[in-house]
């Protein structure tokens, strides 16, 4: 909060030196102005980065703390979720349901599957290459397809170049809800047996999020009745009948 009034507050020193270089210029110096006028927008060059390195450090601190949990030398103090691995069938749909820290995540790990993780990375080059790494042999017809049945169609055909636009900044390029997507799509161009989705839904709004979560654990959806698919997911669709698992 002291940080954004400090931004806040150059802001406004910046405007006010903006007004006071209005009315100086018919009888102040250049040089004069030109400090009156640098100074303040420096300042505020300077301190606009603040509020991002805040979060930064927030987040750093998060997982700073996490670690300390992981590695406490007394034992009983440790907090790592103790889970076993699952055993699944040839087609299987199941959901790992629980809030945040109970181990969804590690159950996922421990399990034998090709895993997507919920932060996996989006590479600042073109949305073809960033499906790609699932499948290096999927055609553009494969990759089309796969954006389509994860509800990116539209956003595909209003990109500059298709699947060959960049994606400047990677992450940065997209919205929360368009990652999901399109992480969400490499694991369908993917041909691993068994998928392994970590919070596949998350900063979708909850309409959008049960569509997509129903249609993932369909035996006859998005991934077809002979892929296995285990979700770790906050919430399931009311109408879900998949089999559910609690890490808690």
Known sequence: VRRARCVKETGIR??????????????????????????????????????????????????????????EPDAAARRRPDVAPLHLARGD?????????????????????TFFAEDAHLFATTV??????????????????????????????????????????GAAAVSAGQRRRLLLARALICTAPTVLLDEPTEHLDRSDADTLLSDILAPSGLFGADRTVVVATHHLPESSTVRVISPA
């Open 93 to 113: 749909r199941v959901a790992v349901v629980g809030p945040s820290g109970c181990g969804k995540t590690t159950l996922l790990m421990h399990t034998a599957g």
């Open 14 to 71: 910046v405007i006010g030196a903006l007004l006071a270089g209005i009315t100086l210029a018919d009888s102040a110096a250049p040089t004069t102005l030109a400090v009156l006028m640098l100074l303040p927008l420096s300042a505020f060059e300077a301190s606009a980065a603040l509020p991002a390195a805040a979060v930064a450090l927030t987040r750093a601190r998060v997982a700073a703390r996490r670690l300390r949990e992981l590695t």
């Open 128 to 169: 073809r290459d960033n499906l790609l790494v699932a499948r290096g042999d999927a055609s553009d017809e494969d990759l089309t397809d796969a954006l389509a049945r994860v509800g990116l169609g539209h956003w595909l055909a209003e990109l500059p170049d298709g699947l060959s636009t960049v994606l400047i900044g």
